[in-house]
């Protein structure tokens, strides 16, 4: 039997409580399923700080670097305002992004019919939505040099950041879109600035030539960014999967993630590149939401986030679709039978905290098989 290696790092406030309810599923896993989940934890965030001084050590992100998949919660918190800048909680997310080079952030935006009502738009315009959008990770805006803030010396100053992509960078990114794109509905949406930014020329030649070159079974459309965040708004059914550069991407993944209603329910996946002998891409699963303070500790923080990022984890790692299938199924199952945490409450609904509705996904995991 081939093991699985997954690397756990619940990090801080909330995330411990979810990624609890994670394990009661890798447990149940393998011990009926034979599934070969090898887990091992390490700290990250404040935890970590408070153990060793750094956000993240070199020793577990090491692990983190060795396993299949690595699963985080969430970091951060006030008790960690005044730590020094290299070391706060977020330093050890983007170690993580960075040292795994995760180029690839996909976010799902589905709308479970339960939670239709909870939407900011009109049920039906999100009844049965279900659109992926694929964000470059460790390009453009953000990173682009120079980056930098010049005093003009007559009382001016010039706050300057620099867009930057190389042809490379964006056919990596359009290759996992359309290889998603084959999963699902085959349809890609690119959406970038072409008319006012030169990166963004680049952007839509190099998608139209990777397109052409190894994908040209997937419908490909273009949009202008900012007529996509429209459409996002007024018909998203229209889309399957969206890829865009990291500043568009983050906006209209931000956008997109509304359309569906709590936070607590938003998974995402980051993605690296294969690895040139096992074919292998390095990959993390994490929920969209904080550490949560307000609430942590409290045992009443929805795991749903935590427990669907799992099941993104064993589609894009593990190409256990069936699996992945059955427990985005419970998910929805639980919901229909109108067990909700308190973020996601309706009326007539029963309300649980996060052990019961992950002990209720479980159930109705089992009872799926
Ligand atoms: P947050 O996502 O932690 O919380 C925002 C609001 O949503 C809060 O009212 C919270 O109670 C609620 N919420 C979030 N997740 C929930 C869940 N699973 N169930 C029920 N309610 C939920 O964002 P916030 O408050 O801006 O940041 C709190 C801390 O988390 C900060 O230290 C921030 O830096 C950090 N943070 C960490 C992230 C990460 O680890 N990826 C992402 C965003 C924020
Ligand atoms: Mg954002």
Redesign the pocket.
Request: negative net charge; without cysteine.
């Given at each position: 039997m081939s093991t699985r290696t997954l690397f756990l790092l619940p990090?801080d406030?909330?995330?411990p409580e979810?990624m609890a309810e994670v394990v009661k599923i890798i447990d149940h896993m393998n011990t009926d399923a034979a599934a070969g989940f090898v887990t091992d934890t390490g700290l990250v965030?404040g935890s970590a700080y408070d153990a060793h001084g750094a956000a993240i050590s070199d020793a577990d992100m090491a692990k983190a670097m060795a396993a299949d998949a690595v699963l985080?919660?969430?970091?951060?918190?006030?008790k960690w305002d005044d730590v020094p800048y290299e070391a706060r909680?977020?330093a050890g997310?983007l170690r993580l992004r960075k040292d795994m080079q995760l180029f690839a952030n996909l976010r799902p935006a589905i709308c479970y019919p339960a939670l239709s009502a909870a939407s900011s738009l009109k049920p039906e315009l999100v009844e049965g939505l279900d659109i992926l959008i694929v964000r470059e990770l460790t390009g453009g805006v953000y990173f682009g040099e120079p980056k930098e803030i010049i005093d003009l010396g007559n009382g001016q100053k010039r706050g300057i950041d620099t867009q930057v992509y190389d042809t490379y960078e964006i056919e990596r990114i359009a290759g996992v879109a359309f290889e998603l794109a084959r999963t699902r509905s085959n349809r890609v949406c690119s959406m970038e600035k072409r008319n006012v930014m030169k990166s963004g020329v680049l952007w839509n030649q190099v998608v139209t030539a990777t397109h052409k070159d190894k994908y040209s079974d997937v419908q490909l459309d273009h949009m202008l960014a900012d007529a996509g965040g429209m459409q996002l708004v007024r018909q998203p059914k229209q889309f399957d999967v969206i890829v865009t550069d990291n500043l568009f991407g983050d906006m209209l993944s931000d956008v997109a993630s509304m359309l569906t209603g709590?936070?607590?329910m938003l998974p995402s996946a980051s993605l690296g590149a294969p690895d040139a002998t096992t074919g292998k891409r390095k990959a993390m699963y994490?929920?969209?939401?904080?550490?949560?303070?307000?609430?942590a500790g409290r045992g009443?923080?929805?795991?749903i986030?935590m427990i669907a990022s799992f099941a993104m984890c064993l589609r894009y790692s593990f190409n256990m679709i069936a699996e992945a299938n059955r427990l985005e199924k419970a998910i929805a199952n639980v919901l229909d039978q109108g067990i909700r945490?308190?973020?996601i409450m309706a009326p007539g609904a029963r309300q649980v905290g996060t052990t019961e509705m992950g002990d209720a996904i479980l159930a109705e995991f089992k009872a799926l098989a």
């Open positions: 990090g406030g909330i995330g979810a965030g985080f919660g969430a970091v951060g918190g006030p909680p977020e997310l709590s936070l607590g994490e929920p969209v939401h904080g550490s949560a303070p307000d609430i009443i923080a929805n795991p986030a945490t308190g973020d």
